[in-house]
T-cell receptor
């Protein structure tokens, strides 16, 4: 069975600084997808970034980038130039490749507070 | 752009009451699913559907029923609510099962069972 672990329940960062959120996972699958979702106080789950395990290049979306270490089963999220609007709960999630269920396995989340 | 719409957004029930959480999507997605979110546990899959007329159980299906009579709608039914079902419920959809693109989420429904 797959598991996703986020070991940082809460983090804080000053506006305009950089912060890294950690995520590790466990799987015996060789091909899979990893995601970071953002959940602001509005509760809406918003996809931040997506990484395909067979791609060695780390995914990047504007100020958001990941450090994907497949051998170490690590998938951290780096947020550069943090903004007040980045304040949210961040979830790391795993999905098997070509899953018949499209089931996402979520971590327990990291609450990020961006301070002015 | 409505996307995934959930109703109601908030609901309070007494133990033993029944209710239905509604979910509708206007993106012609074949795949729809329900998750529940509990403090300290992330989101867990309750039921899912890969198309009209086809449903299956997820990780935590007990106490919930679903049906999928149309592509657009995927209601979640609680037949006899229990305090353990107090949670935030999310409906999510994607183009089709096996498609590992974006899963689109609704805004969630907060349910309290007294």
């Amino acid at each position: 069975a797959q598991t996703v672990t986020q070991s940082q329940p809460e983090m804080s960062v000053q506006e305009a600084e950089t912060v890294t959120l950690s995520c590790t996972y466990d799987t015996s699958e060789s091909n899979y997808y990893l995601f970071w979702y953002k959940q602001p106080p509005s509760r809406q789950m918003i996809l931040v970034i997506r990484q395909e395990a067979y791609k060695q290049q780390n995914a990047t979306e504007n100020r958001f980038s990941v450090n994907f270490q497949k051998a170490a089963k690590s998938f951290s999220l780096k947020i550069s130039d943090s903004q007040l609007g980045d304040t949210a709960m961040y979830f790391c999630a795993f999905m098997k490749h070509s899953s018949a269920t499209n089931k996402l396995i979520f971590g327990t989340g990291t609450l990020l507070a961006v301070q002015p | 752009n409505a996307g995934v719409t959930q109703t109601p957004k908030f609901q309070v029930l007494k133990t033993g009451q029944s209710m239905t959480l509604q979910c509708a999507q206007d993106m012609n997605h074949e795949y729809m699913s329900w998750y529940r979110q509990d403090p300290g546990m992330g989101l867990r899959l309750i039921h899912y559907s890969v198309g009209a007329g086809i449903t299956d159980q997820g990780e935590v299906p007990n106490g919930y029923n679903v049906s999928r009579s149309t592509t657009e709608d995927f209601p979640l039914r609680l037949l006899s609510a229990a305090p353990s079902q107090t949670s935030v419920y999310f409906c999510a959809s994607s183009y089709q099962a096996g498609f590992t693109g974006e899963l689109f989420f609704g805004e969630g429904s907060r349910l309290t069972v007294l």
